[in-house]
């Protein structure tokens, strides 16, 4: 004799929205505001040494190569410091985007 099954063999649609592109660059997002503060800490640190060593170097010798040492030690220095700040920012920005555009796709019937 013929039982029918307990469940339907097709389950009602879903409604969900698509894992598309603004899903996955949410995710993108985030390593790209925890990640850089810390890497660019660490070489604009690095570089402030560089610049401690090219000073204690002079010791009251101001020549061109001790000076110039120490204005590219500080000048690396201020670009890792200022990328420490500049990319998470930027990051930001874009998982504000992404949520706000995941948010509104349509919702599509899985």
Same mark, same amino acid.
């Given at each position: 004799?013929?039982?029918?099954?307990?469940?339907?063999?097709?389950?009602?649609?879903?409604?969900?929205?698509?894992? @598309?592109?603004?899903?996955?660059?949410?995710?993108?997002?985030? +390593?790209?505001?925890?990640? +850089?503060?810390?890497?660019?800490?660490?070489? @604009?640190?690095?570089?402030?040494?560089?610049?401690?060593?090219? !000073?204690? @170097?002079? $010791?009251?010798?101001?020549?061109?190569?001790? !000076?110039?040492?120490?204005?590219?030690?500080?000048?690396?220095?201020?670009?890792?410091?200022?990328?420490?700040?500049?990319?998470?920012? !930027? $990051?930001?920005?874009?998982?504000?985007?992404?949520?706000?555009?995941?948010?509104?796709?349509?919702?599509?019937?899985?």
């Amino acid at each position: 004799m013929y039982e029918p099954p307990l469940t339907t063999s097709d389950p009602l649609p879903v409604p969900v929205r698509k894992k @598309g592109f603004w899903f996955w660059s949410i995710w993108v997002s985030i +390593p790209f505001i925890i990640f +850089p503060p810390i890497i660019f800490t660490y070489l @604009g640190t690095k570089a402030v040494e560089r610049a401690n060593e090219a !000073l204690a @170097g002079q $010791a009251g010798d101001a020549s061109a190569h001790h !000076l110039h040492a120490l204005s590219e030690a500080l000048n690396s220095a201020l670009i890792y410091f200022s990328a420490r700040i500049v990319i998470p920012a !930027l $990051a930001v920005i874009c998982l504000i985007v992404s949520i706000i555009f995941h948010l509104k796709q349509p919702k599509r019937l899985v």
